[in-house]
């Protein structure tokens, strides 16, 4: 596996670099006959540790932006660049290593699996490459304790509220230390309330993590904590306060 770069040791020259860019982001998808356009020109940079909310209406791309983001999906043209240097979609070693170390995923449904434990849960992205050790489980234990899950630790997710597995799946996304937490609607299946407390613990986590947020959302409160709040109107992403969406 190719190891990342570690961007804490590096230059004081990439510290200034964006933590994650896109240019001249295009994507269709090909159909009979033709083709669906969903991005023209996307532009935008997430400085470090920033966070940058992304609304829009069902279909408007959201979700095939952040999985350009991830490394799940390919650009038909332009490119991500992480402090700088593009991700090479060509490349199964490098997507393999972005998708593991550089980003860190948050979904509408937790994906948690259901006969491992709250803790086991937490420590699985580690578990897949390479041995756990007492730090990681110190690690698992701390964001239990932040997320508010000590006494659940040992819980399978089936024993768990709704919120309270958002919660793990919140944690989970932060436990191998990636740069980038990418949230597609996190909150979305939850009570408003429950999801706006779960939304603070997802801003501190950052903050506390020094990691960058990709937040999409339909919630306008949750879009206006980030530092920036992007909307995408026609394939395109504008200034969300133009878009009438804060
Ligand atoms: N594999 C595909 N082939 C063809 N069209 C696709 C494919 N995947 C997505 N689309 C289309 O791309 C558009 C954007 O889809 P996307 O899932 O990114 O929307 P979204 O903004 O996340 O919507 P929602 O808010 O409902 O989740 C939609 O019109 C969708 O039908
Ligand atoms: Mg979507």
């Known amino acids: 596996m190719i190891k990342p770069e570690s961007p804490r040791s590096k230059a004081s020259y990439t510290q200034m670099q964006p933590i994650l860019e896109t240019r001249s982001l295009d994507k ?22 920033g966070s940058v909310a992304i609304t829009g209406p069902s279909g408007s791309g ?19 660049l992480r402090e700088g ?40 992205p580690i578990r897949g490459r390479r041995k756990v050790s007492g730090s990681d ?24 509220s709704g919120g309270e597995q958002q919660r793990i799946a919140v944690a989970r996304a932060f436990m191998n230390r990636p740069q980038i937490v990418l949230a597609d609607e996190p909150f979305g299946n939850l009570d408003h309330e429950i999801g706006a407390r779960l939304g603070e613990t997802l801003f501190e986590l950052g903050r506390a993590e020094d ?29 969300g306060r133009m878009a009438g969406e804060s």
């Open 211 to 239: 990691t960058g947020l990709v937040i999409v959302t339909h919630d306008p409160q949750l879009a206006a904590r980030a530092d920036r709040h992007l909307a995408l109107v026609d394939g395109a992403l504008v200034d």
């Open 62 to 80: 959201k979700s095939t932006l952040l999985n350009i983001l991830g490394g799940l999906d390919e650009p038909s043209s332009g490119e991500v």
């Open 85 to 124: 240097v593009a991700l090479d979609f060509s490349d199964q070693g490098a997507l393999t290593n972005w998708r593991a170390e550089v980003v860190g995923f948050i979904f509408q449904f937790h994906f948690l699996l259901p006969d491992f434990t709250a803790r086991e849960n937490l420590l699985l």
């Open 28 to 49: 269709f998808f090909p159909r009979t006959g033709g083709r669906v356009d969903v991005l023209r020109d996307c532009h935008f940079e997430l400085p470090r540790a």
């Open 137 to 160: 489980f110190e690690r698992a234990d701390r964001f239990l304790a932040l997320t508010d899950l000590t006494d659940r630790a040992d819980h399978l997710p089936g024993e768990l």
